[in-house]
């Protein structure tokens, strides 16, 4: 569009300059037909009109010239700005292409994750734990003290104990009774259930079964 404007402005001017060089040269030529009835008279007038002509002529290419270097200069303006808006839409594609390229990774992103939500879960199996005691060992309760073995029994008759119960029942300081417990669940002698607060520990069931079976023996002697 630009272009185009610019094409006419230099039609425009050049249209211009030629009229105005033709009306000059008919308007010469009318005072020259005047003038030849005296040719006396018009010696120095036609010599002025001559110069006047000349002066005129050399205006109209001024004006020409003028006009030719506006002209270049909008056709070199035109000719950048069509430059630019060519790199402008250059740039424009290249986004364009970033987008549609992004929209491809997150629809890729989409269609996994749809695809890891569709995929049946596979239970996971708690691995089995060996007691890291020997339990059938003779004389696995030596190595506790009289308070900690006191611990397991209270521990057995509740089911699950707490440090509070078993603080309460040994009395002896929380601190004391937690470390004890602690020992104990390193050991190898009770499990501790952390899905709740305050913790809650139970005798291993091997662990169980030879308490019961040392209360029943101690039972059997009395």
């Known amino acids: 569009m630009e272009f185009i404007f610019t094409t006419a402005a230099l039609f ?78 250059e740039e424009v594609k290249k986004l364009q292409d970033k987008v549609h390229s992004t929209e491809s990774v997150v629809e890729s992103f989409k269609k996994e994750l749809q695809r890891l939500a569709s995929t049946p879960r596979i239970p996971l199996q708690a691995p089995s734990l060996e007691a890291p005691i020997p339990v059938q060992q003779a004389g696995v309760f030596d190595r506790l003290t009289d308070t900690e073995l006191d611990v397991l029994v209270k521990i057995v008759e509740l089911g699950e104990g707490t440090v509070p119960e078993i603080r309460d029942h040994i009395k002896k300081t929380r601190e004391h009774t937690a470390r004890m417990l602690k020992r104990l669940y390193d050991s190898g002698f009770i499990d501790r259930n952390t899905s709740g607060m305050p913790y809650r520990y139970s005798v291993r069931k091997e662990i169980k079964e030879l308490i019961l079976q040392r209360g029943e023996m101690a039972k059997a002697t009395t």
């Not at 105005?20 to 036609?46: H, L, N, P, W």
């Not at 001024?62 to 030719?68: E, G, I, S, W």
């Open 12 to 89: 425009a001017i050049t249209l211009a300059a030629s009229l105005i060089f033709y009306r000059r040269i008919k308007m010469a030529q009318r005072e020259y037909e005047d003038s030849k009835d005296a040719v006396g008279t018009i010696t120095a007038g036609f010599t002025r009109q001559v110069n006047r002509l000349e002066r005129s002529i050399q205006e109209t290419r001024n004006d020409a010239v003028t006009a030719k270097v506006a002209a270049t200069e909008a056709l070199k303006s035109s000719g950048e700005t069509k430059e630019a808006v060519l790199q402008g839409l």
